[in-house]
């Protein structure tokens, strides 16, 4: 059983060398019979930004850290090899947190999700039709409450929650900007993804000037991946009665000390909404964000990018990739294609 191990904890940006590929050679392909054991076989794995946050010691209030020796663990696609656990039974395919490794002995299904529409890629559940895709969902549609014709703006825009909030805002109707860190992720916002407008973050030196060119009248939603200076600019930009839903502020995951936060003062004047929000708040409503977003997929009226690598010795990359932007779109890492 092949495993990608967290070493020790970490600070400042992660590196490859903090992970360390191993194999266990002690694999059982069974379940004690005393155990509620769900056995699974890996078939994709998930780099997602919050892994950061779990490398280190100071154990996030909601995530909990990484143990050092252990392997890591993640959102990820499998196959049920064995099952003790009533509700599934072997050839199931489910998708939830795993770990990575070739095969995982899952002690709980608690949010792990079945997967029945096998008509659309299996590695579209660690992204669009999973985890990813009920964040947009949940943060766009709840915590933003957008109206037609409203001004949003998205950071991480080509990001695998940030291209589908733009989507979403274009479905209801809304003008929509986003920023990514590359010229080529601008081109994918704007032809793609179908965005009115979108601006490469990193060739801005003054992002408060940036947002006043792409919004003249304001920003009415934010919607929130990055934090620091750009949440800084927003805020000065934001119109009356504007939402900012808090999903996510990958550049302050590295630091050690968070940027402040200058212009607060501003939402007193604009009288605007910053709310957080976590994706296991929506997991009810998943089955309802699947009879919403299947329909799409299947029309092809909303466009998804990932970005695959193959093989578990290349996830420490690609997770850390996720840090200097390397990813375009949803970064899934192929364990076994089934
Ligand atoms: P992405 O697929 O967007 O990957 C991360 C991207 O962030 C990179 O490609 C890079 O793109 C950008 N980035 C990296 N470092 C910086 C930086 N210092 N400043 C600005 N941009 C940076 O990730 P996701 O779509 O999966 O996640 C987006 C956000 O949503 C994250 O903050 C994540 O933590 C959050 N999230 C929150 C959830 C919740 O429950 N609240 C659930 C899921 C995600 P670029 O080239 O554009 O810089």
Same mark, same amino acid.
């Given at each position: 059983n092949k495993k990608v191990i967290f070493k020790d904890y970490v600070s400042g940006f992660p590196k490859e060398s903090d992970m360390a590929v191993t194999v266990d050679e002690n694999l059982k392909l069974k379940v004690a019979g005393d155990s509620q054991g769900i056995l699974v076989k890996n078939l994709y794995l998930s780099c997602d930004p919050y892994m950061r946050l779990l490398m280190t010691n100071r154990s996030s209030e909601i995530f909990g850290t990484y143990t050092p020796g252990a392997p890591i663990t993640g959102f990820g696609v499998g196959k049920v090899i @064995?099952?003790?656990?009533?509700?599934f039974k072997e050839g199931d395919l489910v998708w939830g947190i795993t770990g990575w490794e070739e095969y995982s002995l899952l002690? $709980? $299904?608690?949010g792990l999700f079945k997967i029945h529409h096998t008509d659309i890629p299996l590695s579209y559940y660690t992204g669009i039709l999973g985890m990813p895709g009920l964040t947009a969902y949940g943060g766009f549609y709840e915590v933003c409450a957008p109206k037609k014709g409203e001004y949003v703006f998205v950071s991480a825009a080509s990001g695998a929650v940030g291209q589908l909030v733009g989507q979403f805002a274009k479905l209801m109707g809304c003008y929509v900007v986003g920023s990514a860190g590359t010229q080529d992720k601008v081109e994918l916002l704007k032809n793609?993804? +179908?965005? @009115?407008d979108a601006f490469n973050y990193k060739e801005e030196p003054d992002l408060n000037a940036a947002l006043k060119r792409y919004f003249p009248e304001g920003i009415d939603i934010y919607f929130e991946n990055v934090g620091g200076k750009m949440l800084d600019a927003v805020i000065l930009n934001m119109r009356v009665h504007g939402r900012i839903a808090?999903? +996510?502020?990958?550049?302050?995951?590295?630091?050690?000390q968070p940027e402040g936060v200058q212009n607060l003062m501003s939402i007193v004047y604009k009288r605007v909404r910053i709310e957080g929000f976590a994706v296991f708040d929506y997991y009810p409503q998943y089955s309802k964000f699947l009879d919403f977003i299947l329909p799409y997929i299947r029309e092809g009226k909303v466009k998804y990018v990932e970005d695959i690598v193959e093989g578990l010795e290349n996830g420490p990359a690609a997770l850390i990739g996720l840090f200097s932007g390397r990813n375009v779109g949803k970064q899934v890492v192929v364990i076994a294609p089934q």
């Open positions: @064995d099952s003790r656990n009533p509700e002690t $709980s $299904s608690e793609k993804f +179908g965005f @009115d808090a999903c +996510g502020m990958i550049s302050q995951y590295n630091r050690d």
